[in-house]
């Protein structure tokens, strides 16, 4: 299992993903009419922002998901992720996790800052993976910020 960063011909797999149930449910920004086109412009503009970090989970040739950083002011990185509907409920959101927070330890530009997750307060798998990796957590009435310093 490993990450590689995303490449434009991952276009069609971030695509097939977004479309998939769950994933505009647990998003905070309205994702009903999404077009194509607004995705390839989403991708390309996320794609080519030197803030933005965007990896592909691979499990020996099987694309598992994706994770998502984006650097913001007061050195926060805002984390997301998704799981293909048909590898969830077997521990790879934990995983793509983990890993990727142990590729940013290793990424000096990163350090000193903090992982913000924003979880909604019905994504219970997104819930249990934050605090099983010992994420601090602040609930509000529809959602928990989760945070952890990047060491």
Known sequence: MHLRKTKYHDLDIYWKWFKQPGVSENSFKSQKNVTFASHVKWFNNKLNNDKVLM???VNKKYLIGQIRLEKEKDRKIILSYSIDLKYRKKGFGKKIVKL???KIKR???FHNYKYIAKVKNTNYNSTKIFQSLNFNQRKYKN???????VI
């Open 55 to 57: 990896f592909v989970f």
């Open 107 to 109: 990424i000096k530009s």
């Open 100 to 102: 990727m927070m142990n």
């Open 143 to 149: 959602s928990i910020i989760f945070t952890k310093n």
